[in-house]
């Protein structure tokens, strides 16, 4: 998912629910009249969990279920991947300054090329292809550069998506709810009990409601996320074009040894 797209259709899929609410409130106020007394009446004397259940029905409570633990695991998954240590590890930095400094190159190549993170390979991108030249060598830096990125983004994209789809759930059941309650009142041929329509309603209001508790914080936490991600990448740039800048005339060099 792009990273520009998601928003868009998050915040369209909010407006949607808003909409879906506001035109069930106005329009469902007869019924809800109706309803009000039994749903009271009826929370008081069940458990709210379980009312939520009957409410919501086995198939939105597997979805809203496995929604919630995907999310969950995937905030804990990328929380883990965003941290410093695992994108532009301190160690590596000193350690592979201090070889190139002593000129130990091989030990250089090694570290980086021994280290998982993300600028351990980037770095040993650019050391294998340093003997084609500097231009070559920062050309392959941003090539991995560029897929480790795509990489990170990746695992974001799953986090925008739960955004998304959460509140398209949640307004499928509201129209759904709503539906349910109108075909009671539609083919009731007397005024019909508050407890039949309390059923649709619940159903409609709850599917809202969990949709948007699970699509607010999955937006907010990948947006926290994405902005950290996009700064420690940009210092990935910054450090590993500042530890392969010694070599820039590398390339100059051969092409002055092949004039003379």
């Known amino acids: 998912m792009h990273s520009r797209s998601w928003p868009r259709a998050a915040y369209v899929g909010l407006s949607l629910v808003t909409l879906a609410w506001l035109s069930c409130t106005e329009l469902g106020s007869y019924a809800l009249g109706l309803t009000s007394t039994a ?13 939520a259940y009957r409410a919501l029905g086995p198939g939105y409570s597997i979805i809203f279920l496995a929604l919630s633990f995907s999310l969950g695991a995937l905030v804990v998954m990328n929380i883990l991947t965003a941290r410093r240590e695992n994108v532009c590890p301190g160690y590596l930095v000193d350690g592979f300054e201090t070889s190139l400094n002593e000129k130990k190159y091989q030990d250089a190549y090694e570290l980086a090329k021994g280290d998982d993170s993300f600028l351990g390979n980037v ?9 084609s030249g500097y231009a070559h060598s920062i050309e392959a830096m941003q090539e991995v550069g560029e897929e480790e990125n795509m990489k ?5 994209s799953y986090m925008a998506l739960i955004g998304t789809l959460s509140p398209m759930i949640g307004l499928f059941g509201t129209v759904h ?38 699509a607010i914080p999955a937006i907010a936490i990948y947006a926290i996320l994405r902005n950290r991600i996009s700064r420690l990448v940009l210092e990935v740039g910054i450090l590993s074009e500042g530890l392969m800048g010694r070599f820039q005339n590398v390339g100059a060099d051969k092409k002055n040894g092949e004039k003379k």
Request: glycine residues 8%; hydrophobic residues 50%; charged residues 10%.
């Open 123 to 131: 770095l040993s991108a650019g050391l294998a292809k340093l003997s």
């Open 177 to 214: 709810g709503m539906i349910n309650s109108f075909s009671v009142i539609a083919n009731s041929a007397t005024t019909p009990k508050p407890s039949e329509l309390a059923k649709g309603i619940s159903t409609a209001l709850f599917t809202t409601l969990v949709g948007l508790l699970i």
């Open 39 to 51: 749903m009271a009446q009826e929370a008081e004397g069940t458990n709210l969990l379980a009312w």
């Open 152 to 156: 990170l983004d990746h695992r974001l």
